[in-house]
């Protein structure tokens, strides 16, 4: 792979996940700009996370019958499309159906970049391609709501958008240079070979885990906007873009979690460790201060990530078989987990307060604990 390749990939997958998470800091704002409640507005997000939990199943399909260039290329060019008519736009009602739209856009772009990835990289250094690929990933993450926080407060949220859509535009500038690979999958997500795995007790565990941390994650990040704006009305869209700051302790954490293995020479611990960080946090988010809350972020996003990155590594470390099904349930677990923490929780914040949001929150992460806790640690 060459220099152009790799900073393609980087580039448009830290766009893509801009696209997903940008709309966060803006929720907010969202609401009042089209006078839904907070449920209503959680939905900008919720469902376009949605699609990525199908992902593994729409595009195996889809694969196996075009290359990665071209579903690339497609899902870029309706991507961008989509983010730039946002601008433009003022139904709510139609805001949520493009962004329905991008989340099954987004699944395209990511397994045709990973599909590449896997094709062009040796297997010497597919591990380290897969390490700038999966940084990228979380930078995206944090600049997404950074920037259009930052923007949405200069200019106004409607330029958030029509920025990211112009930023993704050039990718299509840049695709033109990649070749083009078809992948062949010998292993599809079917129900049979689904609960073949299910029926595995170690590869249930993790799911079960990542399913609830995710859950949680996705869900503080996508109310955290409204618990800003009750503690202060004066809190701005950047303040809460910057709150997002310890989204930035994942690309540590992937790096580190090897050593932390090694450490302690086992995955259990390390991610039962990474739980008890993921508990501490929501005591501190408990308290209505918001200086706790942006040290509560780099706690939480640190436990979070730590769970994950030895989660997904753990699980193709045992994995004999059948890698490509135990993977894609992986994502679908994570995810499904993921969109449906971004709006039932919400329902307990709203008719009950932060206090009892929390406390939905704890009970899943004790769920989480006690999945960890009855796996065989694998040797």
């Known amino acids: 792979m060459d220099i152009r390749a790799l900073f393609f990939i980087i580039y448009t997958a830290v766009l893509t996940f801009s696209v997903l998470y940008s709309p966060q800091p803006l929720l907010p704002i969202l609401m009042k700009a089209f006078s839904v409640d907070k449920s209503s507005a959680a939905l900008v997000t919720t469902v376009t996370l949605f699609p990525l939990g199908i992902a593994p199943i729409l595009y195996g399909y889809i694969l196996e019958k075009y290359t990665a260039k071209k579903v690339l290329t497609f899902t870029l060019v309706v991507l961008t499309s989509l983010e730039l008519v946002i601008y433009f736009i003022d139904s709510f009602f139609l805001l949520i159906l493009i962004r329905l739209m991008q989340g099954f856009m987004i699944p395209g772009i990511l397994t045709s970049l990973m ?11 597919v591990q380290k391609v897969m390490s700038y690929y999966i940084a990228a990933t979380i930078l995206g993450g944090f600049l997404g709501r950074f920037f259009s ?7 106004g949220w409607r330029y958030s958008f029509l920025i990211l859509g112009v930023s993704l535009a050039i990718s299509l500038f840049l695709i033109k240079d990649l070749q083009d690979y078809k992948i062949q999958r010998k292993e599809k997500l079917s129900l049979k070979n689904t609960l073949s795995i299910l029926k595995i007790p170690q590869y249930l565990s993790i799911y079960i885990t990542i399913f609830c941390i995710f859950f949680v994650f996705a869900s503080m990040l996508n109310f955290l906007p409204f618990r800003l704006k009750e503690i202060s009305d004066t809190v701005s869209e950047f303040m809460i873009g910057l709150s997002y700051s310890g989204y930035i302790m994942g690309i540590i954490v992937s790096l580190t979690s090897i050593k932390l293995i090694k450490i302690f020479k086992s995955e259990k611990i390390v991610m039962f460790l990474g739980m008890l960080f993921y508990i501490f946090s929501l005591t501190i988010f408990y308290f209505r201060s918001i200086p706790m809350i942006f040290i509560a972020m780099f706690i939480f996003c640190a436990g979070m990530f730590t769970v994950h990155s030895v989660a997904s590594g753990y699980l ?36 009950y307060g932060w206090s009892y949001f ?5 009970i899943m992460i004790f769920l989480a604990m006690f999945s960890i806790l009855t796996l065989k640690q694998h040797q």
């Open 149 to 155: 926080g930052l923007i949405s407060k200069v200019i």
């Open 358 to 362: 929390i406390v939905t929150l704890a």
């Open 316 to 351: 193709n470390r045992i994995a004999k078989s059948e890698k490509g099904v135990v993977n894609g349930l992986y994502v679908s677990f994570y995810y499904t987990g993921g969109t449906l923490g971004t709006f039932l929780p919400g329902y307990i914040y709203k008719n």
């Open 115 to 125: 599909t590449y990835i896997s094709f062009t990289v040796n297997d010497a250094l």
